[in-house]
């Protein structure tokens, strides 16, 4: 079937524009997790939901940063008023926890240049 | 704070040799580790899980070990190809929950 999708795969803003990174996770899998990953790192959390509802956000930098999944599915990453430092590659995971199954499923990721 | 330590530099190996790599954490209690694999420009891939209570396990050529007294897991691809080269990623959770990664190490296998 098919995976976790991520759209669009490169986006380049100037600094101070809006951004949003759409995440359409594998059908049917409950939770869904977004992170960030600068180049050369790993994955860094951001923020957790559980169908509609945002379990955990306590890693998302900013209050620039702002994420939704409104009907339990797709879910948007925005980053409103961007900043350099903001350039990365966002990475979205779906799962779906049962029988003790805790591996994820990433997406591509989504590269954002901010110039 | 917690904190993750892969191996800092790539590895590089033969083709047929066992390649080793190495995760260590401080500060952290996790019930899960696993394993993933990361090629450039695309998502990690799940490779292998082990829990607390696991000292080891294989999946056909690679196998993972975890000592939660040492704070440290291996991770070893046997008759290492080629097609193994890529970046692997040590991440930690506590149970269904956000998983913590390490850096990663770049492994490069030699022909």
């Known amino acids: 079937g098919a995976g976790v999708s991520q759209s669009p795969r490169y986006k380049v803003a100037k600094r101070g524009q809006d951004v949003a990174l759409r995440c359409d996770p594998i059908?049917?899998?409950?939770?869904l997790f977004w992170y960030q990953q600068a180049l050369g790192q790993g994955p860094e959390f951001l923020t957790y939901?559980?169908?509609?509802?945002?379990?955990?956000k306590s890693g998302l930098p900013s209050d620039r940063f702002f994420a939704e999944r409104p009907e339990g599915s797709v879910s948007t990453l925005k980053i409103q008023r961007t900043q350099q430092e903001d350039s990365a590659v966002y990475l979205c995971?779906?799962?779906?926890?049962?029988?003790?199954?805790?591996?994820?499923?990433f997406g591509p990721g989504t590269r954002l240049t901010v110039t | 704070s917690q904190k993750i330590e892969q191996n800092s530099e790539a590895l590089n190996i033969q083709e047929g040799k066992t390649a080793t790599l190495t995760c260590n954490y401080t500060?952290?209690?996790?019930?899960?580790l696993q394993w993933y694999r990361q090629d450039p420009g695309r998502g990690p891939v799940f490779l292998l899980l082990?829990?607390?209570?696991?000292k080891e396990k294989r999946k056909e050529r690679l196998k993972v070990t975890f000592d939660t007294t040492l704070k440290q897991s291996l991770f070893h691809i046997t008759a290492s190809q080629p097609a193994d080269s890529a970046t692997y990623l040590c991440?930690?959770?506590?149970?269904?929950?956000?998983?913590?990664f390490g850096k990663g190490t770049m492994l490069l296998v030699s022909p």
């Open positions: 995971a779906s799962t779906q926890p049962q029988g003790g199954q805790y591996e994820q499923y």
């Open positions: 059908s049917g899998h409950v939770s």
């Open positions: 939901f559980q169908n509609e509802a945002q379990l955990d």
């Open positions: 500060n952290y209690s996790p019930a899960y």
């Open positions: 082990i829990r607390e209570n696991e």
């Open positions: 991440a930690l959770s506590r149970g269904y929950s956000t998983l913590t």
